[in-house]
């Protein structure tokens, strides 16, 4: 069986334990993966990928650019990079971070003539390495981009679990952005659940995972 199968056996024990009937999907992070393993696993029909860094994303999709790859950027933004992420085009940038990166990337989107839809990413543990709006922020600056950031089409939320091997601690960080997402209105992504705490992430209403390591195993 290979890593895809098991970790698609996996998903579908955790919608059974919940009675989810809703397809989550996949994002594969391939931030460790080089070519051969992206199309590896894009021929076993894994479609979409993510990636961290716009330098990555930008080799990984010249070399792969005959696959029909659905790209996904999901790691922390730089200003200084915006331009250049916004030419590679990706499907959905999971990782808006702030009220300014969202107007930073409206003004460039609005000059270049295109549209984007994104995630608000919610530090929903407050841990300070994170990036992210405060839970208790996050339902305004969201309404505020939909209101102010045309050209940035947010769809949902985003959030690392807590940095912990306590379940409990993580369970609350997914919780939290489950309300917040609950309170957006038109509101259809939830992304949030890695290899490490996946299930745990479905059980809390995740319908959009990002899983890296156990999909590229060395």
């Known amino acids: 069986m290979s890593a895809l199968q098991e970790a698609l056996e ?7 334990a919940r009675a989810r009937t809703e397809d989550i999907k996949i994002v594969a992070a391939s931030k460790y993966a080089n070519a051969d393993q992206i199309a590896k ?46 030419a590679l085009r990706p499907a959905l940038i999971h990782s808006i971070d702030s009220l300014k990166t969202a107007q930073a990337f409206n003004d460039r989107l609005l000059r270049a003539n ?20 405060l839970p208790e922020k ?10 102010t950031c045309l050209a940035l089409k947010l769809e949902g939320v985003m959030t690392i679990g807590a940095h912990t091997d306590d379940q409990k601690t ?25 290899s490490g705490d996946f299930e745990l992430a479905i ?16």
């Open 41 to 86: 696993l894009y021929s076993q029909e894994q479609l979409a990928f993510g990636e961290n860094k716009t330098q990555d994303f930008e080799l990984k999709l010249t070399a792969l650019k005959t696959l029909a790859i659905e790209w996904h950027f999901i790691g922390a933004l730089q200003t200084n990079k915006i331009n250049k992420l916004i």
């Open 203 to 218: 059980a809390c209403g995740a319908n959009m995972l990002r899983l890296g390591s156990i999909l590229f195993k060395r």
């Open 138 to 147: 996050a339902i305004d600056i969201y309404n505020e981009i939909v209101s």
């Open 10 to 16: 996996r998903v579908d024990r955790a919608k059974r």
């Open 170 to 194: 993580i369970q609350n960080s997914f919780e939290i952005t489950r309300k917040i997402y609950d309170q957006i209105s038109n509101a259809k992504t939830i992304s949030m659940g890695m």
């Open 114 to 133: 295109q549209t984007q839809r994104a995630l608000l990413q919610i530090n929903a543990a407050k841990e300070p390495t994170k990036s992210g709006v």
